[in-house]
T-cell receptor
């Protein structure tokens, strides 16, 4: 399974853009990169997923370089409500319906604190 | 609301006891996952089922077992409970079973062992 490394914590202010980088040097060819957000005592919530290059949705962007050994989650104009733990995950199973399962493993995550 | 339903939301039990946590996946999802989250261990993957069959196994203790039923709901059975089993247990589901599938988490079941 690909291990991920991300900063333990980050601080920001409302209205700023926040970039959280995750390293996954041992990512496998068929692994996807997924980011989740978790508030205290709640289940993780899917933010964005990508395989390569850039993915954007209504809440975030995900930048993945060509070698896929890292990825960066970009949160534009954060607010206080974005204070949460952000997890970078790399999939662990072969793709396709007949694949061997999905041991999606969470690391320690990045605690983002947004202040006024 | 992710669409994944877990019961009970809170449970307090004594050491040595056995409990069952229940999970209903999102409509249409065939894969169910169980995770344990404690203060000192973070989110730990326990086990995954796909359409009734075990697909992946993580750090699940032998005292724990799970199954997925024909109607796709799942149960996590925890037996001979110890104080250290106190944690938030999450169920999650996805359409497929591979890493390309988005996983949706329930709100969790708080287990306190006293």
């Amino acid at each position: 399974l690909a291990k991920t490394t991300q900063p333990i914590s980050m601080d920001s202010y409302e209205g700023q853009e926040v970039n959280i980088t995750c390293s996954h040097n041992n990512i496998a060819t068929n692994d996807y990169i997924t980011w989740y957000q978790q508030f205290p005592s709640q289940g993780p919530r899917f933010i964005i997923q990508g395989y390569k290059t850039k993915v954007t949705n209504e809440v975030a962007s995900l930048f993945i370089p060509a070698d896929r050994k890292s990825s960066t989650l970009s949160l534009p104009r954060v607010s206080l409500s974005d204070t949460a733990v952000y997890y970078c995950l790399v999939g662990g199973g072969p793709g396709g319906v007949t694949g061997g399962g999905n041991k999606l493993t969470f690391g320690t995550g990045t605690q983002l604190k947004v202040e006024l | 609301d992710s669409g994944v339903t877990q019961t009970p939301k809170h449970l307090i039990t004594a050491t040595g006891q056995r409990v069952t946590l229940r999970c209903s996946p999102r409509s249409g999802d065939l894969s169910v996952y169980w995770y344990q989250q404690s203060l000192d261990q973070g989110l730990q993957f326990l086990i995954q089922y796909y359409n009734g069959e075990e697909r992946a196994k993580g750090n699940i203790l032998e005292r724990f077992s799970a199954q997925q039923f024909p109607d796709l709901h799942s149960e996590l059975n925890l037996s001979s409970l110890e104080l250290g089993d106190s944690a938030l247990y999450f169920c999650a589901s996805s359409v497929g079973q591979s890493s390309g599938n988005t996983i949706y988490f329930g709100e969790g079941s708080w287990l306190t062992v006293v």
